[in-house]
């Protein structure tokens, strides 16, 4: 399967706690997204990276959510301390960027739910 | 202002006929548009891509684009009852934004 891979699929974790996601995108893909989507909403945009670096962080997250994409490769989000509010799907998407088409996929998604 | 504005629906079609979905955006410096489907429980897969102005088609899916008006639709002609699902319109000026989504509902 060469398409983009999340890791775990769900997560049950008790508020308080700390989770992180795995996203491995396609392997030739240089720009990596994270999104978290809740019920009844699009996809909202997280964070991005373009190769190792980290262009953009929403404005909307925050200190409690982090990510890295050290090798410019799979990428990490964690989040700390989790609240009940952080249940959602966390969306992770790769493409091409600038050359090529700039189409972006998306993987499975991981589930969370804090209880 | 919302930077991709999707009207939320839910827009009901009947089988057989088109179902058009409209999208509008912010961002005047926006290049790359894209639609995707996506299936309640499920991720977004992507359906249709478009860079120029004017139409573009691909079977029954045509994606029309109007840069002067910053507008975006999506036409789904024959609609099938395979094609219920929730539509995103997302759009990268830098990053990729997506609207809210519309639900569509094709009845048999």
């Known amino acids: 399967d060469t398409g983009v891979s999340q890791d775990p699929r769900h997560k049950i974790t008790k508020r308080g706690q700390n989770v992180t996601f795995r996203c491995d995108p396609i392997?030739?893909?240089?720009?990596l997204y994270w999104y978290r989507q809740t019920l009844g909403q699009g996809p909202e945009f997280l964070t991005y990276?373009?190769?190792?670096?980290?262009?953009?962080k929403s404005r909307l997250l925050s200190d409690r959510f982090s990510a890295e994409r050290p090798k410019g490769s799979f990428s990490t989000l964690e989040i700390q301390r989790t609240e009940q509010g952080d249940s959602a799907m966390y969306l992770c998407?790769?493409?091409?960027?600038?050359?090529?088409?700039?189409?972006?996929?998306f993987g499975q998604g991981t589930r969370l739910t804090v209880v | 202002q919302k930077e991709v504005e999707q009207n939320s629906g839910p827009l009901s079609v009947p089988e057989g006929a088109i179902a058009s979905l409209n999208c509008t955006y912010s961002?005047?410096?926006?290049?790359?548009f894209f639609w995707y489907r996506q299936y309640s429980g499920k991720s977004p897969e992507l359906i249709m891509f478009?860079?120029?102005?004017g139409d573009k088609e691909d079977g029954r899916f045509t994606a029309q684009l109007n840069k002067a008006s910053q507008y975006v639709s999506l036409l789904i002609r024959d609609s099938q009852p395979s094609d219920s699902a929730t539509y995103l319109c997302?759009?990268?000026?830098?990053?990729?934004?997506f609207g809210q989504g519309t639900r569509l509902t094709i009845n048999p």
């Open positions: 392997s030739e893909h240089n720009r």
């Open positions: 997302a759009v990268e000026p830098q990053k990729l934004v």
């Open positions: 990276f373009q190769n190792e670096a980290q262009l953009e």
């Open positions: 998407a790769s493409s091409l960027r600038p050359r090529g088409n700039t189409e972006a996929f």
């Open positions: 961002d005047r410096g926006s290049q790359s």
């Open positions: 478009i860079y120029s102005n």
